[in-house]
């Protein structure tokens, strides 16, 4: 099922998060290969060269490695994904208390709230209708 993208931001950027972030959440495991280009391409409804591009960008970021004739693969560094997972979620965190302030919460509030969340926490359903 194709994803649905922000017409106002770069495609190739919008999927380089969603694949760092499948990354950072361990669906792809340190060392594990990843789908070929065209595949991923398919999966999310874009064009290889599209993905292509945002491939190109965790390979910046030091989180996938090509090598010549298997692929890519997911690095090794555990320290580099538990890196960019903290990261991923220090601005998740930073955005959420900003929508709660917008909303007149308090800190404390904020706390309390989040500690009546269920452990694991689960994803709210979406309404049916």
């Not at 960008?57 to 890196?83: K, M, P, Q, S, Y």
Request: overall charge negative; charged content about 25%.
């Amino acid at each position: 099922m194709p994803f649905q993208f922000d017409t106002a931001r770069p495609l190739y950027i919008q999927l380089a998060e969603l694949l760092t972030r499948r990354i950072a959440a361990g669906d792809w495991p340190p060392g594990a290969r990843l789908p070929s280009v065209r595949e991923l391409a398919a999966d999310m409804g874009v064009n290889p060269n599209t993905m292509q591009r945002a491939l190109a960008e965790l390979e910046r970021a030091g989180l996938v490695h090509a090598e010549r004739t298997a692929g890519r693969f997911v690095t090794e560094d555990a320290g580099c994904i538990a890196a960019t997972r903290t990261r991923l979620a220090a601005a998740h965190v930073r955005a959420f208390a900003a929508e709660m302030a917008a909303l007149g919460y308090t800190r404390a509030e904020l706390l309390a709230a989040l500690t009546e969340l269920p452990d694991p926490i689960q994803p709210e359903e979406e309404p049916h209708g």
